[in-house]
C-alpha cells in the first residue's frame, strides 16, 4: 500500500497526488512514468512522473478524470492509499541521459499542452538544476485550466502562457505563440520537448520542422496497459514500429506518424476495433498477451 501525503485539485478534473513511495522515488528520472492501482480490482493507470523528492521518498503524479477509474482515483484524500504504485517505467529523457556540457549548448523550447505540463515540469526543474535555463510554452483551453505556472516560473528562463479564449496570456495555440517567439522576438531554438494531447504534438511537430527545429514528444496519452503488452501504445516511428511505453515514451517527433496513432486511438475503444487492429497488424500488434482486452 501507499500512502497519499497530499491530494488536491489543481483544476477541474484534474488533481495532484503526492504519494509515499521511497523505491520508486530513489531511482525514477524525468521522463518516466509509473502504474497506479485504486485497489486489488482497479484498472491499471499509467501516470507520468510529474515531480519526486529523493530526500522524503515521494513522487507526485496528477490525474485528469477521463473515465470510471480516474473519477475513482480523484476522489482519493491525503492519507489514503493505492494499491499499488509500480516504476519507474520507460525510458528517462534524452536531455537527463545526454552528456551536460553538449546539453548547455543547446538553445531549447518546451511546449506543454494541457495535462502535459506537469511531465514538463521536472525536465525543466532537473535542467535547472543543472544550469541550464530554457524557455517554456503552457497551453491552456482557458485560464482556469492553466496548472503548474509558478512551479514552472521558478526553474525556467522565460514562460509564455497561452490560452486558447484568450482568458490569459497569449490568445490562440501553443503554434501561433512559436511563431510569435521566432518570427517576433527573433528567438532561436534548437531544441523542443513538447507533452500534452496528440494533435497538439503533431501540429507543434510540423511547425517545428519547417522550422528547422529537432523536436522530442512524449506519446504516453496513448499508453492503456503501460507494459506494451496490450498494443494501445503502438506508434510508427519512421520505418520502425514502436510502443510507448516501453521504447518510449519519447520519440522524435518528425518521424511520429500522429494520424495513424490517433486513429489506432479511436480503434482501440472497441472490441470491434481491437479484433481489427490485431488481424491488420499481426505480430507487430502488441508484445503479447495481458488480458486488458488487445488480443480480443
Given at each position: 500500500m501507499y500512502k497519499i501525503l497530499r491530494a488536491e485539485e489543481l483544476a477541474s478534473n484534474i488533481f495532484l497526488m503526492e504519494v509515499e513511495a521511497p523505491r520508486v522515488a530513489k531511482s525514477c528520472e524525468p521522463g518516466q512514468f509509473i502504474i497506479a492501482k485504486t485497489d486489488e480490482k482497479g484498472e491499471?493507470?499509467?501516470?507520468?512522473?510529474?515531480?519526486y523528492d529523493r530526500d522524503k521518498g515521494t513522487v507526485t503524479v496528477v490525474v485528469q478524470i477521463i473515465g470510471a477509474s480516474t473519477a475513482e482515483m480523484a476522489e482519493l484524500k491525503t492519507g489514503d492509499y493505492l494499491?499499488?504504485?509500480?516504476?519507474p517505467l520507460g525510458c528517462p529523457s534524452d536531455l537527463v541521459t545526454d552528456d551536460i556540457e553538449e546539453v548547455k549548448k543547446k538553445k531549447i523550447l518546451f511546449v506543454a499542452g494541457g495535462l502535459g505540463t506537469a511531465p514538463v515540469y521536472p525536465q525543466v526543474k532537473?535542467?535547472?538544476e543543472h544550469g541550464v535555463d530554457v524557455d517554456v510554452i503552457i497551453g491552456a483551453k482557458t485560464k482556469d485550466l492553466v496548472i503548474y505556472e509558478e512551479e514552472m516560473k521558478a526553474?525556467?528562463?522565460?514562460?509564455y502562457v497561452t490560452t486558447d479564449d484568450g482568458s490569459y496570456g497569449f490568445k490562440g495555440m501553443v503554434t501561433d505563440t512559436i511563431k510569435y517567439?521566432?518570427?517576433?522576438?527573433?528567438?532561436?531554438?534548437d531544441h523542443c520537448v513538447t507533452i500534452g494531447p496528440m494533435i497538439m504534438m503533431k501540429f507543434v511537430c510540423?511547425?517545428?520542422?519547417?522550422l528547422g527545429i529537432h523536436t522530442i514528444v512524449s506519446v504516453n496519452p496513448i499508453m492503456v496497459d503501460g507494459t506494451g503488452m496490450c498494443g494501445a501504445c503502438r506508434v510508427q516511428v519512421g520505418d520502425e514500429v514502436k510502443f510507448a511505453c516501453v521504447d518510449g515514451p519519447e520519440f522524435d517527433g518528425h518521424l511520429v506518424d500522429f494520424d495513424q496513432a490517433m486513429k489506432r486511438q479511436q480503434m482501440y475503444k472497441?472490441?470491434?476495433g481491437r479484433a481489427m487492429l490485431r488481424r491488420t497488424e499481426g505480430d507487430t500488434h502488441k508484445n503479447g498477451g495481458c488480458g486488458c482486452g488487445g488480443d480480443k
Amino acid at each position: 500500500m501507499y500512502k497519499i501525503l497530499r491530494a488536491e485539485e489543481l483544476a477541474s478534473n484534474i488533481f495532484l497526488m503526492e504519494v509515499e513511495a521511497p523505491r520508486v522515488a530513489k531511482s525514477c528520472e524525468p521522463g518516466q512514468f509509473i502504474i497506479a492501482k485504486t485497489d486489488e480490482k482497479g484498472e491499471r493507470i499509467p501516470l507520468t512522473i510529474a515531480d519526486y523528492d529523493r530526500d522524503k521518498g515521494t513522487v507526485t503524479v496528477v490525474v485528469q478524470i477521463i473515465g470510471a477509474s480516474t473519477a475513482e482515483m480523484a476522489e482519493l484524500k491525503t492519507g489514503d492509499y493505492l494499491e499499488d504504485f509500480v516504476g519507474p517505467l520507460g525510458c528517462p529523457s534524452d536531455l537527463v541521459t545526454d552528456d551536460i556540457e553538449e546539453v548547455k549548448k543547446k538553445k531549447i523550447l518546451f511546449v506543454a499542452g494541457g495535462l502535459g505540463t506537469a511531465p514538463v515540469y521536472p525536465q525543466v526543474k532537473w535542467l535547472h538544476e543543472h544550469g541550464v535555463d530554457v524557455d517554456v510554452i503552457i497551453g491552456a483551453k482557458t485560464k482556469d485550466l492553466v496548472i503548474y505556472e509558478e512551479e514552472m516560473k521558478a526553474v525556467c528562463a522565460n514562460l509564455y502562457v497561452t490560452t486558447d479564449d484568450g482568458s490569459y496570456g497569449f490568445k490562440g495555440m501553443v503554434t501561433d505563440t512559436i511563431k510569435y517567439l521566432v518570427n517576433e522576438e527573433g528567438k532561436k531554438y534548437d531544441h523542443c520537448v513538447t507533452i500534452g494531447p496528440m494533435i497538439m504534438m503533431k501540429f507543434v511537430c510540423l511547425l517545428t520542422k519547417e522550422l528547422g527545429i529537432h523536436t522530442i514528444v512524449s506519446v504516453n496519452p496513448i499508453m492503456v496497459d503501460g507494459t506494451g503488452m496490450c498494443g494501445a501504445c503502438r506508434v510508427q516511428v519512421g520505418d520502425e514500429v514502436k510502443f510507448a511505453c516501453v521504447d518510449g515514451p519519447e520519440f522524435d517527433g518528425h518521424l511520429v506518424d500522429f494520424d495513424q496513432a490517433m486513429k489506432r486511438q479511436q480503434m482501440y475503444k472497441t472490441q470491434e476495433g481491437r479484433a481489427m487492429l490485431r488481424r491488420t497488424e499481426g505480430d507487430t500488434h502488441k508484445n503479447g498477451g495481458c488480458g486488458c482486452g488487445g488480443d480480443k
